[in-house]
């Protein structure tokens, strides 16, 4: 018997309370930190790139930790709840400095609270996801499952995007400071509500073992399997691109555009333009094969690069011209997102052909690693980026060559690390639909081979006749 629709749902709302406050964080704590408390920039950015670094490399410790555990509700639950619980916490704490601290004091508050913070969501994020395969057997319900989760967190993350800056104003009578607090907490509540409705709906049904993988092995793979190593150096250049642009869009809007209630409707029509693409990939996959796809969906996002460029170039506040360039890029961006990962996946069929070795966990474990290094990347180009273009965060309007030069870092870099990962993509990956289809089958018949040792003769012979240049 299958899952029934209310642990779907019960599993996908817990993604939307996490995501939240994911997307609170890695959207608006930077202005928060920069604009409203006036700490420097750069060293926000030096902060956020050690603390994410730090992140991914205690990824693989705190999955060793969670398949020790056992209790009474399992071994994710009480990881997700906990973690949950006190992250909230810090969260609001975050968002509530005390008015007092100025100077080292402070920059130890926030240092302290910003790491504190990363640590309990990787602490209830890794078990979340990994609970899947314990919750059910059926090949079929966990893909269901992991779509819903993926929707319903795109739909988290969409929330504060979309409602923050616009929020922040009215819940503080005028003061950002008091705003983001009531902000915060109310991002914080729903989070915990949605963690108690996944945990108290959604049980494990079997105990399974997943092989927790070291930062050692990640490094280990790379250098031994080149078609996975090209496409992390260009899914790290193409995430941190995209994440200096989102870094920044506040800023962009509140000093360049000058309205930054409109990145709400920025990011609302982007989102949902990155979920239309990501749903027409079927489609395009029937007529062109992925490689083309991805140079396509680049190209489309540098356009509405340019766009946004010269709107802000020439003071064009327009909100549907702002909205078509969030269309354009996003749609882009979504497609690029979605190949990306099937383009890892692939490399897996390729490690296991050149090195004899399949390593899924290896592979699946660096989607989350190279996320964090690009974010931890991009954080530090925004931080040092801010200090020096000297962006005044106590003057509404900034000078022509700041202005400039927050163009320049939010779309002229972004657009030179997109240009660069697309030619190093282009250039270097040679895993084509035709070779990826040879491989398989090559595959196939060294597997069978390992189940009839008789043949084995043979399969060598075949290998040594099929010499292939990647």
Request: net charge positive; charged share 15%.
């Amino acid at each position: 018997m299958g899952l029934s629709n209310k642990v779907k749902i019960s599993y996908g709302i817990g993604a939307v309370g996490k995501d939240m406050v994911y997307a609170l964080v890695s959207g608006f704590l930077m202005y928060y930190y920069n604009t409203v408390l006036g700490v420097s920039a750069t060293f926000i950015g030096v902060l956020f790139m050690g603390a994410r670094l730090f992140d991914a490399f205690i990824d693989p410790f705190m999955g060793i930790i969670v398949e020790k555990t056992n209790t009474r509700l399992g071994k994710f639950r009480p990881w997700i709840l906990g973690g949950t619980l006190t992250n909230a916490v810090v969260l609001i704490l975050m968002f509530s400095v005390p008015k007092a601290l100025h100077g080292n004091p402070l920059l130890v508050y926030i240092s302290i609270a910003y790491v504190i913070w990363g640590t309990t969501y990787t602490t209830m994020d890794i078990p979340y996801w990994s609970m899947i395969p314990a919750i059910t057997e059926s090949g079929k319900d966990r893909e269901h499952m992991s779509v819903i989760a993926r929707s319903f967190a795109g739909i988290g993350a969409a929330v504060p995007t979309a409602l923050t800056m616009a929020l922040v104003p009215v819940l503080g009578n005028g003061s950002e400071r008091k705003g983001f607090q009531v902000f915060a907490v109310g991002v914080a509540l729903i989070f915990v509500t949605a963690t108690v409705v996944t945990v108290i709906h959604v049980k494990e049904k079997m105990k399974i073992n997943q092989k927790s993988v070291s930062v050692k092995e990640m490094l280990s793979s790379l250098i031994k399997n080149d078609q996975a190593l090209i496409v992390v150096v260009a899914i790290v250049m193409f995430n941190a691109s995209l994440y200096l642009t989102q870094q920044l869009a506040v800023y962009f809007f509140k000093y360049d555009i000058g309205n930054a209630g409109l990145y709400g409707v920025f990011g609302m029509v982007g989102g949902a333009a990155q979920i239309l693409s990501m749903m027409s990939l079927p489609l395009l996959r029937k007529k062109y094969e992925c490689k083309k796809i991805l140079v396509g969906a680049i190209v489309t996002a540098l356009i509405g690069y340019g766009m946004l460029f010269l709107l802000g170039t020439f003071n064009i506040t327009n909100l549907f011209l702002l909205c078509i360039a969030a269309v354009i890029i996003f749609l882009g961006f979504g497609l690029a997102t979605v190949l990306t990962t099937i383009f890892l996946a692939d490399t897996i069929d390729y490690g296991e052909w050149k090195n004899h070795s399949r390593n899924e966990s290896v592979i699946f474990s660096l989607q989350i690693f190279v996320v964090k290094l690009a974010s931890a990347i991009s954080v530090l180009i925004a931080g040092i980026g801010l200090d020096v273009i000297k962006l005044n965060v106590h003057k509404k309007v900034q000078t022509a060559e700041t202005l400039f030069g927050l163009r320049l870092i939010m779309l002229v870099i972004p657009v030179i690390g997109l240009v660069l990962s697309i030619m190093f993509f282009v250039k270097k990956y040679k895993l084509s639909e035709t070779r990826l289809k040879e491989i398989t089958e090559e595959l196939h018949i060294r597997r069978n081979d390992d189940k009839n040792p008789t043949k084995e003769n043979e399969s060598m012979n075949m290998n040594e006749e099929m010499s292939y240049d990647i």
